[in-house]
T-cell receptor, first 114, second 113 residues
Framework: GAGVSQSPSNKVTEKGKDVELRCDPISGHTALYWYRQRLGQGLEFLIYFQGNSAPDKSGLPSDRFSAERTGESVSTLTIQRTQQEDSAVYLC????????????FGPGTRLLVL | SQQGEEDPQALSIQEGENATMNCSYKTSINNLQWYRQNSGRGLVHLIL?????REKHSGRLRVTLDTSKKSSSLLITASRAADTASYFC?????????????FGTGTRLKVLA
């Protein structure tokens, strides 16, 4: 596709349920990033992938959060046993290579945990 | 925790005026990027400035970088109502062989017609 796409656009879930968020990066981009943005705040870096590997997972808020990437393409961010504080917009971005290049952002997934 | 700090947090100006936003950071960087965000959704890249560069221009945008002061500024000249958005700086650095991405807290710019 022409840009980064994310699905779903919006997700409402009940506390305690698991959710899976999907990101499709720009074709050919080896680097993929996940961020969280709470209402009215800046972006909080979660994790990045170089190819299918995540060199640093320390940005994930807790062990309820996990992410994977396959085929150097699509990535999924999974939140288990969701809590109300997980409510936020989750943004995905991709770039040609990590670190030195412009990041192109998707429209985000707005997650609401009731 | 977020290390990037931007000021002002909010800025309101008249159309045609210039808008200046500042970003300070704490660690050494490879590059610094500025982004715009409308309506709390996806971010749009504006300018990337590398650590060995001091100034960059793109249309009505001018970015400066002072690595000795660990600060950057974004100047928007001849502002338009369409420039109303939140603006974020993002630093990219390297620690222990991995990249570190830190976004600032953002400046909310409102341009009044």
């Amino acid at each position: 596709g022409a840009g980064v796409s994310q699905s779903p656009s919006n997700k409402v879930t009940e506390k305690g349920k698991d959710v899976e968020l999907r990101c499709d990066p720009i074709s050919g981009h080896t680097a993929l990033y996940w961020y969280r943005q709470r209402l009215g705040q800046g972006l909080e870096f979660l994790i990045y992938f170089q190819g299918n590997s995540a060199p640093d997972k320390s940005g994930l808020p807790s062990d309820r959060f996990s992410a994977e990437r396959t085929g150097e393409s699509v990535s999924t961010l999974t939140i288990q046993r969701t809590q109300q504080e997980d409510s936020a917009v989750y943004l995905c971005a991709s770039s040609l290579a990590p670190g030195r290049e412009t990041q192109y952002f998707g429209p985000g997934t707005r997650l609401l945990v009731l | 925790s977020q290390q990037g700090e931007e000021d002002p947090q909010a800025l309101s100006i008249q159309e045609g005026e210039n808008a200046t936003m500042n970003c300070s950071y704490k660690t050494s960087i490879n590059n610094l990027q500025w982004y715009r965000q409308n309506s709390g959704r996806g971010l749009v890249h504006l300018i990337l400035i590398r650590s060995n560069e001091r100034e960059k221009h793109s249309g009505r945008l001018r970015v400066t970088l002072d690595t000795s002061k660990k600060s950057s500024s974004l100047l928007i000249t001849a502002s338009r109502a369409a420039d109303t958005a939140s603006y974020f700086c993002a630093t990219v650095g390297t620690t222990s062989g991995t990249y570190k991405y830190i976004f600032g807290t953002g400046t909310r710019l409102k341009v009044l017609a």
